[in-house]
């Protein structure tokens, strides 16, 4: 890790460097922020690459007048260069958050030591300069994310108050950071815990936590919790059920199963229609979990009988919900028929009623 913080540049893409490369013949600085840079610190790639600035909103549109107004009240220019779009943010410091979410007023500022204090993670409070190859770290960010620490920036309380969707963020960022055990690659588990304070503080107000944002945002954060590759890390500060061994299909429902509350936030009318099933019957979750891949017909098949690209996807996903409910819908043969059904518009509801109503013809009338 410390090998890679010497050597960030080498791992940014030349885009960035290129952009940051203008800016400094503008005389702006140019910093890499958040979690691109905690990514590549751990040996990831870097995904989402956000930048920060001295310049003001109304110079970066001047030097990039391709760019787009997407967040300048809060100081963010989305800027075209060189076939990619990247979010480039002046400095800022902010003074008080009513709402619980957004800044009371923006004030920018020269110094990216003052922007990165208002970060939620001292791991992502890191800042990176490509032109002069300099590492910000305020924080001790880095010392943090080597011995696997999250831990807010000043005062966990502030930071909670700020913007009380945090507390779930510290959740799915112990979840999405920690890594399981490779027997292959024998490698042991790696694990990121809450600091003391920070702990104490997402202890407290976890009891509310249906109530810490608006629904999509709680949402937003849960799902990403659920769906990583550890979601126990922070599901356990939530009092939910063992999740890491079930298929990420079914995650949902184990939690809904045993924390009805919690689908207030789950919005998704796909994902209710799928949670409803496996409760409606009264599967055993840790048993019912199915993947498109033990279907008895694959995108081959499929794309033989005439579709392609996501319609392929969209065809075996309405196949899966259908034989979830009826298991003895999956075969081949039955499959291909189906298939077609769907490529003509039928929904899964409307197959399944289809084939309980032929199953009550073929008992007679004593059926009706």
């Known amino acids: 890790m410390l090998l890679r913080a010497k050597k960030l540049g080498e791992y940014l893409p030349q885009n960035v460097k290129d952009l940051a490369a203008v800016l400094a013949e503008k005389d702006f600085a140019c910093f890499v922020v958040g979690g691109a840079i905690r990514d590549i610190l751990r040996g990831d790639s870097a995904k989402d690459i956000d930048l920060a600035t001295d310049a003001l909103p109304e110079q970066i549109e001047e030097i990039f007048p391709d760019s787009l107004p997407t967040g ?8 075209r260069f060189n076939g990619g779009h990247y979010q480039i943010t002046t400095f800022r410091k902010e003074t008080g958050y009513s709402d619980s979410r957004h800044p009371d007023a923006i004030v920018y500022t020269k110094d990216i030591r003052e922007d990165v204090a ?37 005062d966990p309380a502030q930071r909670f108050t700020e913007d009380g969707l945090r507390v779930l963020r510290a959740l799915r960022f112990l979840a999405a950071l ?31 936590f249906l109530e810490l944002a608006a629904k999509e945002r709680i949402f937003e954060e849960l799902n990403k919790m659920i769906l990583s590759e550890t979601p126990d890390n922070g ?18 429902a184990a939690v809904v199963r045993e924390h009805p509350a919690v689908r207030a936030v789950i919005l998704e009318k796909k994902l209710n229609r799928w949670i409803d099933k496996l409760l409606r019957y009264d599967l055993d979750v840790e048993k019912a979990s199915l993947e498109i891949a033990d279907l008895k017909v694959d995108g081959i098949d499929i794309m033989g009988l005439g579709p392609r690209g996501a319609e ?57």
């Open 178 to 208: 920690s890594v399981k055990a490779d027997a292959e690659k024998n490698t042991a588990a790696e694990n990121f815990t809450l600091e003391e304070n920070t702990a104490r503080e997402v202890a407290a107000r976890l009891p509310n």
């Open 72 to 79: 300048k009240a809060y100081g963010t220019i989305t800027v």
């Open 235 to 252: 599901a356990i500060w939530l009092g939910w059920p063992a999740l890491n061994g079930l298929d990420k299909q079914v995650r949902w």
């Open 312 to 368: 392929v996807g969209r065809v075996l996903e309405t196949l899966l919900e259908v034989v979830v409910e009826k298991r003895s819908l999956n075969k081949k043969p039955l499959l291909l028929e189906l298939a077609k059904d769907v490529m003509a518009g039928t929904s899964a509801e409307d197959i399944l009623r289809r084939e309980q109503e032929k199953k009550a013809l073929a008992k007679g009338p004593l059926a009706l």
């Open 118 to 154: 208002r970060r939620d993670f001292t791991i992502n409070a890191l800042a990176y300069s490509p032109v002069a190859n300099e590492l910000i770290d305020e924080f001790n960010g880095l010392e943090d994310l080597q011995n696997k620490i999250l831990r807010t920036v000043g």
